[in-house]
């Protein structure tokens, strides 16, 4: 007989078996994994919205930096008939244990060839795709201000015109580098912050404070111009909009 005997048992397992991956990757290599814990389920719910605000018709779907799933879990179910889906995964453990959730997953069952796991760095992506939604689980407060820029633009130029970028990035963590990082490390944090900023400033159509989750995020969602004339957000306006 089974050791786990519900349903139930097994989610809670699974949860378990997957947190331990995570610590041990982060042990591993806390720049690239950048979270000690894979994101929670409010988090991911928000991150995959605009998938579902798609409604009824196909989408094309890019997430980046899936690590053990948690948010193309969430994502998956939300895809309509005839959507595409890839993934991209940097690190090879991942990678693995993301195409063995792509090929178990009920709601894919027969759709496979439009589901996707690409080991690779997003850096080095070439699907020859666009997308109408992007979802990315990247560590970017981790990276350079320059990288940073250049997997921004990245982004923009992936989503189709009028597509949507989710990202999140950890509240706290910079405050958290000044008490004990280099100052050399604070100045690049600061330098990151001030390349999202400018992306935000042209492009944000919303931002959510998720304080249930391990540590509390901040969810950014962005927008490529459908008309490179159409009138950016005021950051006032967007002020209004966060929760
Ligand atoms: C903070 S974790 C997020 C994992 C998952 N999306 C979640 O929310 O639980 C970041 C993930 O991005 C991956 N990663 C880091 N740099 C990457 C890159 N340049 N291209 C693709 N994946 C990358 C890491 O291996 C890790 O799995």
């Known amino acids: 007989m089974d050791d786990w005997t519900t349903p139930h048992d097994r989610v809670l397992a699974q949860r378990n078996a997957e947190g331990w991956m995570f610590l041990i990757e982060a042990a591993r290599d806390l720049r690239t994994t950048g979270a000690i814990a894979p994101s929670g389920k409010t988090l991911a719910r928000l991150l995959t919205d605009p998938v579902d605000e798609r409604g009824a018709r196909p989408v094309n779907v890019l997430e980046v930096g899936a690590g053990t799933g948690s948010v193309t879990r969430a994502l998956i179910p939300r895809l309509s008939s005839g959507s595409r889906l890839d993934i991209v995964e940097a690190n090879p453990r991942f990678a693995a244990r993301l195409r063995h959730l792509v090929h178990a997953h009920p709601h894919l069952a027969g759709v496979g060839e439009r589901v996707r796991v690409h080991h690779t760095y997003l850096e080095q992506l070439g699907t020859g795709h666009r997308y109408d939604v992007i979802v990315s689980g990247l560590p970017l407060t981790n990276f350079t201000p320059a990288r940073v820029e250049a997997i921004m633009d990245r982004y923009l130029d992936l989503l189709e015109p009028g597509g949507t970028l989710t990202y999140f990035v950890y509240r706290g963590t910079r405050y958290a580098r000044s008490l004990t990082a280099t100052r050399a ?32 995020a901040r969810v ?9 004339a159409a009138p950016a957000i005021t950051p006032t306006a967007l002020a209004g909009r966060g929760r």
């Open 185 to 216: 490390e604070t100045v690049r944090h600061r330098g990151v912050e001030e390349v999202l900023a400018d992306f935000q400033r042209r492009h944000a159509t919303g931002c959510w404070t998720v304080w249930p989750n391990l540590p509390p």
């Open 220 to 228: 950014w969602r962005l927008r490529r111009p459908a008309d490179p």
